[in-house]
């Protein structure tokens, strides 16, 4: 791992005492697509999550955390959080919304704490990655201990 980065997701795992173990990838300085990211790290794509943020028809925004060999499914995913329609948030808005950049967004350490869903497929894993916030970094951690602490919910929300 580079020399003394601890980024805020890390900080706040190891605050709460979540277990988790931190993985660093090649990268330069644009954001990695998810497939690549799980390439680089020698990871099964489907326990590689990527987080995405979508905004309801009532104007809440929310958060799906999803494998990187998926696709969020709107439908199903606007009804796990009672919306009657989703649609995804542009890039450009990533930053004002939930505090991260493409490439850097993770479920933890938002700048609201906004409702969390993540795909079902993640309790099929004993472990699963997310963002750990900063392009190049990946924390891995047990999904149930890791979605008790976020206060997500579990749903299909993906395309088979």
């Known amino acids: 791992m580079a020399k003394n980065v601890k980024t ?12 988790h173990s931190v993985l660093q990838y090649p990268h330069g300085k644009e954001a990695v697509e998810g497939n690549e990211v799980a390439r680089l790290m020698g990871q099964n794509p489907a326990q590689v999550f990527k987080t995405l943020v979508a905004k309801g028809k009532s104007g809440e925004f929310y958060v799906f955390d999803i494998p990187v060999n998926s696709q969020l ?19 450009k808005d990533l930053v004002k919304i939930c505090g991260y950049a493409r490439g850097n967004v993770s479920p933890i350490g938002m700048k609201s704490n906004f409702v969390t869903t993540f795909d079902f497929s993640a309790t099929e ?10 392009i190049g970094f990946q924390v891995e ?18 395309d088979k």
């Open 8 to 19: 805020n997701v890390m900080r706040i795992l190891e605050k709460a005492g979540v277990r």
């Open 73 to 91: 499914n709107l439908k199903k995913a606007a009804a796990a959080v009672g919306e009657k329609s989703l649609e995804m948030t542009h890039v």
């Open 125 to 134: 894993h004993s472990t699963i990655y997310i963002s750990a916030g900063k």
């Open 141 to 158: 951690a047990e999904p149930g201990e890791l979605i008790e602490f976020i206060g997500a919910s579990i749903a299909d929300i993906t």
